[in-house]
């Protein structure tokens, strides 16, 4: 079945085609844009372009025996819940993490005893959580032009109308993508549908975690670039927390840095909302917000990761933050018009290539 939207004309994309072409090579290469840099966490982690935060294999560990009276209720929970994941895999079904917690809600104790044991026995076993069969519930939402086949057998189409997908669990089969927008926040995505961004900008896929992303959207992102080599972009507000979230989607978080080859995508680009822009655009000061402490303590930290080494562009634009002391909300764009952010800002940022 053909989707009916029609975009641009063809040589609208002409810098996305450049930009794939650059990517593609690179990857041919495999070459990243930097050499390995360090970082303490808990995990260890260490950064590699190439793949993100990933653990590094002489980190630090902690025992639990069963004839240890303060870690013995810890050693039989972790036990009743691999007992749980072997009949899943045995039988070739899956569950979500809150299934698991309802099956015994009285000895687990809470939601987060369930998540941390989960996520131990993927880093113990070095597998993907999903090779456990143990999923999470999807927070987000996708809309555009693509097709796939969820675990079960069921076939999905995603529209480009202003009705958007819930991010799926487990894919078995994607098909139809040209080119990926993350959105940060939902109320910013359900405008860009109810904007038409979706079929005029056609083909395109949006996604958005609704905020910090969820399991499953990351995955379904790190698919979708396996998949095609399609370029992937972020909108995210311009400040730290909007940052904070795009680092998220490229190069993986300390608490999942076991499971960065599956997760990450050093790929993506960011596209808006950039501190210069603001600048660029004669935002007024009354549509910006001045940074908290909390802010500035966040953006201190980001400016000290090891990737923004190898980000000069970026490094750029977050001082350009700290200087004015000043952050802004992609809704800043309507004190120019209403649909600016559609029907101006974005297209003009994919056609002439407006992304770090």
């Given amino acids: 079945m053909a989707f009916a939207p029609a975009g641009p004309e063809a040589s609208f994309f002409d810098a996305l085609e450049r930009h794939r072409a650059a990517l593609l090579a690179a990857e041919k290469r495999g070459a990243g844009e930097s050499p390995a840099g360090a970082a303490r966490a808990r995990p260890a982690s260490r950064f590699e372009d190439s793949v993100g935060l990933q653990l590094i294999p002489q980190c630090t560990t902690r025992k639990i025996k069963s004839d240890s009276p303060k870690s013995v209720k810890k050693f039989a929970l972790i036990l009743k819940i691999l007992s749980m994941i072997y009949k899943l895999v045995q ?92 959105v940060e926040k939902d109320a910013t995505f359900q405008r860009l549908l109810d904007d038409n961004f979706c079929s005029r900008m056609s083909p395109c896929i949006m996604v958005t975690g609704k905020g910090i992303p969820d399991l499953n959207t990351r995955l379904l992102v790190k698919k979708l670039w396996d998949t095609f080599h399609i370029p992937v972009f972020t909108l995210v507000d311009a400040d730290p927390h909007g940052i904070e979230i795009l680092c998220v989607y490229k190069y993986g978080s300390m608490s999942m840095s076991f499971e960065a080859h599956s997760l990450t995508v050093p790929t993506i680009r960011w596209l808006g909302l950039l501190p210069s822009d603001i600048q660029r655009l004669n935002i007024p000061k009354d549509s910006l917000i001045p940074l908290t402490k909390h802010d500035q303590r966040k953006l201190d930290s980001i400016l000290k990761r090891p990737y923004i080494t190898y980000q000069p562009l970026w490094r750029k634009e977050l001082e350009m933050m700290a ?34």
Wanted: hydrophobic letters at 40%; one cysteine or more; charged letters at 20%.
């Fill in 91 to 182: 039988s070739n079904t899956y569950a979500t993490k809150r299934d698991i917690f309802y099956t015994n809600s009285q000895l687990f104790g809470n939601q987060a005893s369930v998540d941390n044991i989960i996520d131990d026995i993927s880093c113990m076993l070095k597998v993907p959580r999903r090779s456990l069969h143990v999923l999470s519930t999807s927070k987000g939402l996708i809309a555009g032009n693509l097709r796939y086949v969820e675990e079960d057998g069921t076939r999905v189409q995603c529209t480009c109308s202003a009705t958007a997908t819930a991010v799926p669990s487990n894919i078995q089969g994607i098909r139809n993508a040209k080119f990926l927008l993350i």
């Fill in 323 to 356: 200087d004015s002391k000043m952050k802004a909300e992609i809704q800043a764009l309507t004190f120019l018009s209403a649909d600016y952010l559609s029907r101006v800002y974005l297209p003009n940022k994919l056609r002439f290539g407006g992304w770090i």
